[in-house]
């Protein structure tokens, strides 16, 4: 694909790599007709070494029962739903008001069984030594809300119901979300259990005008004692294990926030961008208010990703340099179901992970136990695939897709990807990117030498 | 009306390493190199590497005539730039990047490790007997040619679990037994390994004297057929061994000189052997040969392409070893036979066994040329094979006849 700017054109090369051209060349090899002989002669050279190959497209990798099977024993964390129920009522909660409301959410919290059922059903599989190949691994059980420490003596009853089971090849670890506005209660027992605490905070006070409690007054200032609490109190606890997320929003620019952590507890957030599905259309122009421009420590990973898709100079890790097998390849971004989660809702639903929209769940824990059938989970997915799988042959995004399965929609029985990006579509995009790119050198020297992900 | 301005830059494909006062440019698609002395062209390829840029302005008739050369031998091209316009975004030709590198792999949360540290895990070699003693050469090289001391088995068993875990690695392609004993027949924990790896990786490993006595040699599994020409050149070893038909099997001459290479020659036309290889033997005083056949001068580092992959690879990684595990029957692990054990499998759990793989001063995973003060200042430091077990047998860090 060629991207044409002022001075160069961009070939983004099929097989990887990102060209440069003079315009006159790239024009040169567009129309096949070479009024140079050097130029003649260099485009031979570039074709012999596969510069314009197709990348040769083979969309025939199946999901399968014993797959995903191996994929739940083999998994990193069990996720608990603790409770529907928050004490806060931030602005831009996915259940309040910019959102179309999700039917059946009534501040349930988790059922005890239910969530001990989840664990000797999965145990069990931890344990199986012909499918476990995590050997000293660390299962996470991970505490998420509402609000989890709403919950706290539930938390602490799963808490113990684990430790009180044997697992053969592997060991616990605990994490959480939480709002940290409770923390000060129960801080001591979540130190002494190593809990990896994830606390969501957008940054200063003013930062953080968007997060408040039920009666309208804003959370910062306990937030930020507690996490003063815990600095103080336990300091190696803090530096170790302590992180933040910041849901980026229209008043707090990711410098200003960067610098706000730095400098208060030497951390860098995690940042993360306001849910643009569901909208209510009657709360839109108000949405749109706190919606965030994007800026270029948001936009960077756009231009990162642009980069990792085509230069080929970027590689997830060391195997990356060895060549691969692209056979069987499945389309899409979806995970194998279970690899990375198992989420327990607080209403008993079974999904692959807490962004999964509920009405996707793949088992449930009901009274008479848990009820996973992996070989259906393959078949639904293997139809998923069967039906978006011409259009993923024809999109322009196939080899750098990071759409869930589980967001496609259903149209007349058949499922179809929200995402299709026709070529004209992405090469405008990258358009954009490599304009900005030239125009803006600190951006180049930010991914080359500053990138972290955000 | 604005003046127009000369801008060279390089290609992606092309590679470039500038040390001491000159700079080796290198083409990966023609194969080509140029070696550069100029002093104001290396000063803006210096400045180029030092701000992570790509291409510089050309001033002098003297740059103009150098970069026009270049451009013709295909390394970059010039575009003309308007006075006051910004130069356009070239990728620095020597960028790259592992996101999940070393560092990472030690230090990010526990949570991450095991996931991204098991990816690594290419090749696992399984010493069945104890191979050698410290100062047998011959097994340190070829650990399954020569008749070992020790005892088959002997602990093996206590961790099978953990190799059965660790054959189940998804990147694991290669899984090498060496067998050194000839009494293959009670060879039990085989059929343990048959069972619990899978088949398509397995690779036997013993020598020709065992394969005579291996009454029934398995005939799916891949297998490894080593030859000391020196100890069985004069014995008909092939002759008896012919007489059984064999599937999946390959020779291996080891050879210490170029007359073996002739005796070798023979065996192979004598038995129309098709699939073979020859492997060379440091003996400690056979030096010349491997100056003559090993070592490595400019022709042979030029002698096939080296793409832009296998170029960055060996700046981060020795490819050779990376990802390889040797385990002893005694539990101990390393990555290179010839090197100190990292730890011992029954100690370390294998998330501890990949990490210790990944940081340990012992481990060669990321012993490159960039580490060895020879190779360190060498232009063609990234062009050079990775480092190999022939070097640390014998004890000299770069096999060529550059330096």
Same mark, same amino acid.
């Given at each position: 694909?060629?991207?044409?700017?002022?001075?160069?054109?961009?070939?983004?090369?099929?097989?990887?790599?990102?060209?440069?051209?003079?315009?006159?060349?790239?024009?040169?090899?567009?129309?096949?007709?070479?009024?140079?002989?050097?130029?003649?002669?260099? !485009?031979?050279?570039?074709?012999?070494?596969?510069?314009?190959?197709?990348?040769?497209?083979?969309?025939?990798?199946?999901?399968?029962?014993?797959?995903? #099977?191996?994929?739940?024993?083999?998994?990193?964390?069990?996720?608990?739903?603790?409770?529907?129920?928050?004490?806060?009522?931030?602005?831009?909660?996915?259940?309040?008001?910019?959102?179309?409301?999700?039917?059946?959410?009534?501040?349930?919290?988790?059922?005890?069984?239910?969530?001990?059922?989840?664990?000797?059903?999965?145990?069990?599989?931890?344990?199986?030594?012909?499918?476990?190949?995590?050997?000293?691994? %660390?299962?996470?059980?991970?505490?998420?809300?509402?609000?989890?420490?709403?919950?706290?003596?539930?938390?602490?009853?799963?808490?113990?119901?684990?430790?009180?089971?044997?697992?053969? *090849? =592997?060991?616990?670890?605990?994490?959480?979300?939480?709002?940290?506005?409770?923390?000060?209660?129960?801080?001591?027992?979540?130190?002494?259990?190593?809990?990896?605490?994830?606390?969501?905070?957008?940054?200063?006070?003013?930062?953080?005008?968007?997060?408040?409690?039920?009666?309208?007054?804003?959370?910062?200032?306990?937030?930020?004692?507690?996490?003063?609490?815990?600095?103080?109190? !336990?300091?190696?606890?803090?530096?170790?294990?302590?992180?933040?997320? +910041?849901?980026?929003?229209?008043?707090?620019?990711? =410098?200003?926030?960067?610098?706000?952590?730095?400098? =208060?507890?030497?951390?860098? %957030?995690?940042?993360?961008?306001?849910?643009?599905?569901?909208?209510?259309?009657?709360?839109?122009?108000?949405?749109?208010?706190?919606?965030?421009?994007?800026?270029?420590?948001?936009?960077?990973?756009?231009?990162?990703?642009?980069?990792?898709?085509?230069?080929?100079?970027?590689?997830?890790?060391?195997?990356?340099?060895?060549?691969?097998?692209?056979?069987?390849?499945? %389309?899409?971004? +979806?995970?194998?179901?279970?690899?990375? #989660?198992?989420?327990?809702?607080?209403?008993?639903?079974?999904? %692959?992970?807490?962004?999964?929209?509920?009405?996707?769940?793949?088992?449930?824990?009901?009274?008479?136990?848990?009820?996973?059938?992996?070989?259906?989970?393959?078949?639904?997915? =293997?139809?998923?695939?069967?039906?978006?799988?011409?259009?993923?042959?024809?999109?322009?995004?196939?080899?750098?897709?990071?759409?869930?399965?589980?967001?496609?929609?259903?149209?007349?029985?058949? *499922?179809?990807?929200?995402?299709? +990006?026709?070529?004209?579509?992405?090469?405008?995009?990258?358009? +954009?990117?490599?304009?900005?790119?030239?125009?803006?050198?600190?951006?180049?020297?930010?991914?080359?030498?500053?990138?972290?992900?955000? | 009306?604005?003046?127009?301005?000369?801008?060279?830059?390089?290609?992606?494909?092309?590679?470039?390493?500038?040390?001491?006062?000159?700079?080796?440019?290198?083409?990966?698609?023609?194969?080509?190199?140029?070696?550069?002395?100029?002093?104001?062209? /290396?000063?803006?390829?210096?400045?180029?590497?030092?701000?992570?840029?790509?291409?510089?302005?050309?001033? &002098?008739?003297?740059?103009?005539?150098?970069?026009?050369?270049?451009?013709?031998?295909?390394?970059?091209?010039?575009?003309?730039?308007?006075?006051?316009?910004?130069?356009?975004?070239?990728?620095?030709?020597?960028?790259?990047?592992?996101?999940? $590198?070393?560092?990472?792999?030690?230090?990010?949360?526990?949570?991450?490790?095991?996931?991204?540290?098991?990816?690594?895990?290419?090749?696992?070699?399984?010493?069945?007997?104890?191979?050698?003693?410290?100062?047998?050469?011959?097994?340190?090289?070829?650990?399954?040619?020569?008749?070992?001391?020790?005892?088959?088995?002997?602990?093996?068993?206590?961790?099978?679990?953990?190799?059965?875990?660790?054959?189940?690695?998804?990147?694991?392609?290669?899984?090498?037994?060496?067998?050194?004993? &000839?009494?293959?027949?009670?060879?039990?924990?085989?059929?343990?390994?048959?069972?619990? /790896?899978?088949? $398509?990786?397995?690779? /036997?490993?013993?020598?020709?004297?065992?394969?005579?006595?291996?009454?029934?040699?398995?005939?799916?599994?891949?297998?490894?057929?080593?030859?000391?020409? &020196?100890?069985?050149?004069?014995?008909?070893?092939?002759?008896?061994?012919?007489?059984?038909?064999?599937?999946?099997?390959?020779?291996?001459?080891?050879?210490?000189?170029?007359?073996?290479?002739?005796?070798?020659?023979?065996?192979?036309?004598?038995?129309?052997?098709?699939?073979?290889?020859?492997?060379?033997?440091?003996?400690?005083?056979?030096?010349?040969?491997?100056?003559?056949?090993?070592? /490595?001068?400019?022709?042979?580092?030029?002698?096939?392409?080296?793409?832009?992959?296998?170029?960055?690879?060996?700046?981060?990684?020795?490819?050779?070893?990376?990802?390889?595990?040797?385990?002893?029957?005694?539990?101990?692990?390393?990555?290179?036979?010839?090197?100190?054990?990292?730890?011992?499998?029954?100690?370390?759990?294998?998330?501890?066994?990949?990490?210790?793989?990944?940081?340990?001063?012992?481990?060669?995973?990321?012993?490159?040329?960039?580490?060895?003060?020879?190779?360190?200042?060498?232009?063609?430091?990234?062009?050079?094979?990775?480092?190999?077990?022939?070097?640390?047998?014998?004890?000299?860090?770069?096999?060529?006849?550059?330096?």
């Amino acid at each position: 694909m060629f991207i044409n700017d002022k001075i160069l054109s961009y070939y983004l090369s099929d097989k990887k790599g990102i060209y440069f051209f003079p315009n006159r060349f790239a024009r040169q090899i567009k129309s096949g007709i070479f009024d140079d002989v050097f130029y003649k002669k260099k !485009y031979e050279l570039l074709k012999k070494n596969g510069v314009f190959n197709k990348k040769e497209i083979l969309l025939d990798g199946l999901y399968s029962g014993p797959i995903i #099977r191996r994929a739940l024993t083999n998994t990193i964390a069990i996720d608990f739903e603790l409770t529907e129920n928050c004490n806060l009522d931030c602005e831009y909660c996915i259940f309040g008001k910019f959102y179309e409301q999700i039917p059946g959410r009534k501040n349930k919290s988790i059922n005890l069984n239910y969530a001990f059922k989840l664990i000797d059903y999965t145990f069990n599989l931890f344990n199986d030594p012909n499918e476990n190949f995590s050997l000293g691994k %660390p299962i996470y059980l991970g505490f998420y809300g509402g609000e989890p420490l709403l919950e706290f003596k539930k938390l602490v009853e799963i808490i113990n119901y684990a430790k009180s089971k044997k697992l053969n *090849y =592997n060991f616990l670890r605990y994490s959480m979300t939480t709002n940290g506005t409770l923390i000060h209660k129960y801080i001591d027992y979540l130190v002494e259990h190593e809990f990896k605490l994830s606390i969501s905070l957008d940054g200063n006070k003013n930062h953080n005008y968007l997060r408040k409690y039920k009666n309208k007054k804003e959370c910062y200032d306990d937030v930020f004692n507690n996490i003063n609490l815990i600095k103080r109190k !336990y300091p190696a606890y803090f530096k170790e294990n302590v992180s933040f997320n +910041t849901v980026r929003h229209s008043k707090n620019p990711v =410098n200003e926030v960067e610098k706000y952590f730095s400098e =208060n507890f030497n951390k860098r %957030p995690i940042f993360s961008l306001l849910n643009q599905n569901r909208i209510n259309k009657n709360n839109e122009i108000e949405f749109n208010k706190i919606l965030s421009e994007p800026d270029l420590q948001i936009r960077i990973k756009e231009y990162y990703d642009f980069l990792k898709n085509f230069s080929e100079r970027i590689k997830p890790s060391y195997a990356d340099f060895f060549d691969g097998d692209e056979e069987n390849f499945i %389309p899409t971004g +979806t995970c194998i179901p279970f690899s990375r #989660r198992i989420f327990l809702t607080a209403d008993g639903k079974i999904l %692959p992970c807490e962004k999964i929209d509920h009405k996707y769940y793949l088992g449930e824990v009901t009274y008479n136990g848990v009820s996973i059938d992996f070989e259906e989970i393959g078949a639904k997915l =293997n139809k998923v695939l069967a039906d978006i799988k011409k259009s993923c042959y024809n999109c322009s995004n196939l080899w750098h897709c990071e759409e869930c399965m589980f967001s496609f929609d259903k149209k007349a029985d058949k *499922y179809v990807c929200k995402k299709f +990006t026709p070529k004209s579509k992405i090469k405008e995009y990258y358009k +954009t990117i490599v304009e900005n790119i030239s125009e803006n050198k600190a951006i180049l020297s930010k991914l080359i030498n500053d990138y972290h992900e955000i | 009306m604005k003046s127009k301005y000369d801008f060279f830059y390089f290609e992606p494909y092309v590679h470039i390493n500038y040390q001491d006062n000159k700079a080796l440019l290198y083409n990966t698609f023609t194969n080509k190199q140029e070696i550069l002395d100029n002093n104001i062209l /290396l000063k803006l390829i210096q400045q180029n590497i030092q701000d992570q840029t790509n291409g510089f302005f050309l001033h &002098s008739p003297i740059e103009k005539e150098i970069c026009n050369k270049l451009r013709k031998g295909y390394f970059g091209d010039i575009v003309s730039i308007v006075e006051g316009e910004t130069p356009p975004f070239v990728l620095p030709t020597e960028f790259s990047k592992v996101e999940k $590198n070393k560092e990472f792999l030690k230090t990010a949360p526990l949570r991450n490790i095991s996931e991204n540290i098991i990816n690594c895990l290419f090749e696992l070699d399984l010493y069945i007997d104890n191979p050698y003693q410290d100062n047998d050469t011959y097994n340190k090289q070829f650990p399954s040619v020569y008749f070992p001391i020790g005892e088959r088995e002997k602990e093996f068993s206590d961790f099978l679990f953990q190799i059965e875990a660790l054959g189940n690695s998804s990147n694991l392609n290669t899984i090498n037994i060496f067998i050194s004993k &000839s009494n293959v027949e009670n060879f039990h924990l085989l059929d343990e390994f048959k069972n619990k /790896l899978d088949n $398509n990786k397995l690779v /036997l490993h013993f020598n020709i004297e065992t394969a005579i006595n291996y009454k029934q040699i398995d005939d799916d599994l891949q297998k490894l057929v080593y030859y000391p020409i &020196s100890i069985y050149s004069k014995e008909n070893k092939l002759g008896k061994f012919k007489s059984k038909k064999v599937n999946n099997l390959k020779f291996l001459f080891i050879i210490e000189s170029e007359d073996q290479i002739s005796v070798a020659d023979d065996i192979v036309c004598k038995y129309g052997i098709r699939d073979y290889d020859y492997k060379p033997f440091f003996n400690g005083n056979n030096l010349d040969f491997f100056e003559d056949n090993v070592f /490595l001068d400019e022709e042979s580092i030029f002698s096939k392409k080296i793409n832009k992959n296998q170029i960055l690879r060996n700046r981060e990684i020795n490819a050779i070893d990376f990802g390889k595990i040797i385990i002893f029957n005694d539990g101990k692990y390393c990555t290179n036979n010839l090197l100190p054990i990292l730890g011992n499998i029954k100690n370390d759990d294998i998330r501890q066994m990949l990490i210790n793989c990944i940081s340990s001063k012992n481990s060669t995973w990321f012993l490159t040329r960039n580490d060895l003060p020879k190779c360190k200042n060498c232009i063609y430091n990234q062009l050079c094979p990775p480092v190999s077990d022939y070097e640390h047998v014998i004890g000299k860090f770069n096999l060529c006849n550059i330096l």
